[in-house]
């Protein structure tokens, strides 16, 4: 039987197989299932900085609204259980999940500016986080702000929370970089132990019916899984941070795959929400099987196999290959000849 465990920013791991952060995590009982079938680890889900400035901001309006209600308002505050503020649920969250499983709890932060994430890392590390994934998701939007002063803005934001805290700190990206292999090396100047590849934007639809925007949130499938292995066979050999695949992981062989290309673990949110957290035992079963198939001792062993390292000029390998996914294409069906 292969060897499933894994090492990822100096944690042990039972397996290569992460909870990716999703609603499920809101769930510790689907947790805890996610876990007995194999998950090696738990990322939570993200704790917002736009959520945490309005839901403070409501309380304040809250109080205000009430100061000059009677002769006594201005020495009336409403009872502390009233207002959840900060991140005070989140880290009961964090409480519930660490007391029900005994994997790795990772915490996720999401925010643009350094400001006050330094006191929220050092909350969540105090509760017992053993590593905290920074959620650098940002679309930009205006026409004044260039690319570079946006990668200074998060690179500001990762040096400040690494300098906070003591846990390790890894950093979910999106692919919008011109040069994400540059940019990885920059964050591991900044303090970052990991990087995981790619944040998916849950972008907007359109109802043409309802003239609205439709937010329903669809759900990854296996073919956004190449544009993760082309990043990670890329990363592998430059970067000696842990390598996380997250977006597009289905199965067991499309795990392997990650593996291959140079990831350390692979985070899974829309296969489990699709088919359950009990789903994560039949992913890891078939990646198992593969690895045997293979004669691989373990999924260490497999790890980058597939990565670029082994080709002397990566920039060449790279437009030949392109070159010739072009040449190779046929049509379904014989389109020349109707």
């Known amino acids: 039987m292969a060897d499933l465990t894994t090492s990822w920013l100096g944690l042990t791991l039972k397996s290569p197989l992460v909870v990716a952060a999703s609603p499920l995590t809101n769930d510790v009982e689907a947790i805890a299932t996610a876990v007995s079938a194999g998950a090696g680890a738990v990322v939570m889900h993200s704790l917002f900085e736009e959520q945490l400035a309005s839901e403070q901001m409501a309380a ?7 100061t000059d209600m009677d002769a006594e308002a201005r020495t009336f505050l409403p009872d502390v259980d009233v207002f959840s503020l900060g991140a005070e649920p989140y ?18 932060l999401n925010g643009t500016t350094p400001g006050g994430w330094t006191d929220y890392a050092r909350q969540l590390e105090s509760r017992g986080a053993n590593a905290i994934e920074l959620n650098l998701y940002e679309v930009a939007t205006s026409p004044t702000e260039s690319g ?33 292999p540059a ?3 920059r964050l591991e100047s900044a303090g970052a132990r990991g990087v995981a590849v790619f944040n998916r ?4 639809d359109i109802d043409l019916d309802a003239l609205d ?9 296996a073919h956004e899984l190449p544009l993760r292995l082309h990043a990670l066979a890329i990363l ?17 062989r499309d795990a392997a ?35 045997d198939e293979k004669r691989y001792t373990g999924s260490a062993e497999a790890r980058g196999v597939l990565a670029l390292g082994s080709t002397p000029d990566s920039h060449a390998w790279e437009r030949l290959n392109y070159v010739r996914v072009l040449d190779g294409w046929q049509p379904r069906t014989p389109w020349r000849s109707i």
């Open 60 to 66: 304040y309006h809250f109080l205000d609204a009430r």
């Open 201 to 204: 934007f849950y972008q907007p």
């Open 257 to 291: 795959k990650a593996i291959l290309c140079g990831a350390h673990v692979v985070q899974l949110a829309s296969a489990l929400l699709e088919h359950g957290p009990a789903h994560i035992g039949a992913i890891l079963a078939d990646l198992e099987r593969w690895l």
């Open 213 to 221: 925007v439709d937010r329903r949130l669809v759900l990854s499938t």
């Open 148 to 180: 570079a002063s946006i990668e200074e803005r998060q690179l500001s934001v990762v040096h400040a929370v690494a300098n906070a805290v003591q846990v390790p700190i890894t950093v979910k990206l999106s692919w919008f970089y011109a040069s994400v």
């Open 183 to 185: 940019f990885v090396g």
């Open 236 to 252: 592998t050999p430059m970067t000696k941070l842990s390598l996380a695949c997250t977006g597009g992981v289905h199965s067991g």
């Open 91 to 108: 880290l009961a969250q964090l409480d519930r999940l660490r007391k029900r499983v005994d994997v790795p709890i990772l915490a996720s």
